[in-house]
């Protein structure tokens, strides 16, 4: 039987963003992550030995990234992509995600600040998140140094990058070390308004309202990412429908119980491993989408986030 919610976390969701799409624009979207970020402020944020916003190459220019680095000696370099949809989210949302990153990994962690919808549709942030990678790739040595140790991680749709990322990689020959895929956005045919395809995924339903992330809220997501509702199929935004995910990096992949996005995310998890890949999968029991950054208020998030990043950076140091 499953962990009941979270008590922390349940008085929370009343106070967290972006519940209600019926009233969302992409820029009030933008602003309540950012409110809630900013909302923290009294908190000190995770010490790291040193943050510098750097510039990192996109799909169609410069991007802005932030690079978080603990000790100075040779170290994996992680390349992070945030979440928010795709729509909202940035460097400033989830900086204290790429401090922790870097803090319990001992990476080099390159926060990268891709382009969103609807301004670029898809296929504009795929295409950052690879550039950026194949970047940071040919100059490893200003970052961790070791181009053996290079890993990839997300969250939310961030994670539907990492994830995409890492196949791209593997058909452009740049052999990963990990990936770190929390929970990630991994099947969008239907758009998530599509009751058959939904109907694939129980969380869909068990899950699609009242644990912060709803299916609706989904839904509108895909609404401004997918300019073409046919592009839903195309692995570079539905990685579960890539031909083959054979010879990946090993992956660490997060769910939360509480999550409409918890069967395909364990979905992901099982067609990595029956395609031969190494995978730890973290199911986030009593947990909802989001508790990566929720590790101040609740034990049970920050303990659940710790493990998984405890595996990660154990596939990043494998071989030193």
């Not at 976390?9 to 106070?15: C, F, R, V």
């Not at 799409?21 to 602003?31: E, G, H, I, L």
């Amino acid at each position: 039987m499953a962990a009941p919610l979270d008590p922390v976390i349940a008085q929370i969701i009343p106070l967290m963003p972006m519940r209600d799409p019926t009233v969302m624009t992409p820029q009030s979207a933008r602003d309540s992550l950012r409110a809630l970020a900013a909302a923290r402020a009294a908190i000190p944020p995770p010490p790291v030995d040193s943050v510098e916003d750097i510039k990192v190459q996109g799909g169609a220019g410069p991007l802005d990234a932030r690079v978080y680095r603990v000790g100075s000696t040779p170290a994996p370099t992680v390349v992070f992509f945030h979440g928010g949809g795709w729509v909202a989210g940035d460097l400033e949302t989830h900086d204290r995600q790429g401090r922790n990153l870097a803090i319990e990994t001992g990476a080099v962690v390159v926060s990268v600040d891709y382009r969103r919808p609807p301004e670029t549709p898809f296929p504009g942030a795929f295409e950052d998140a690879f550039a950026a990678v194949s970047d940071i790739f040919t100059r490893v040595a200003e970052f961790g140094g070791d181009a053996k140790r290079l890993g990839v991680a997300g969250d939310s749709a961030g994670g539907n990058l990492a994830a995409t990322t890492a196949i791209a990689c593997r058909d452009a020959g740049i052999e990963l070390a990990a990936q770190l895929l929390v929970y990630p956005v991994t099947d969008v045919l239907g758009a998530y308004a599509d009751a058959r395809e939904n109907a694939r995924y129980p969380s869909r339903a068990e899950n699609a309202d009242g644990y912060f992330l709803t299916r609706a809220t989904m839904e509108w997501f895909c609404g401004h990412y997918l300019a073409d509702p046919g592009h839903a199929s195309d692995w570079r935004v539905s990685p579960l429908r890539a031909a083959s995910l054979a010879g990946l990096a090993p992956a660490v992949v997060t769910t939360a119980w509480f999550d409409p996005l918890r069967d395909e995310g364990a979905a992901y998890a099982r067609a990595l491993e029956a395609a031969g890949v190494r995978v730890k999968h973290h199911e986030g029991s009593g947990l909802i989408h989001g508790y990566f950054g929720m590790g101040d208020a609740s034990d049970a998030a920050r303990a659940e986030a710790q493990r998984a990043r405890a595996d990660f950076k154990t596939l990043l140091m494998r071989g030193v």
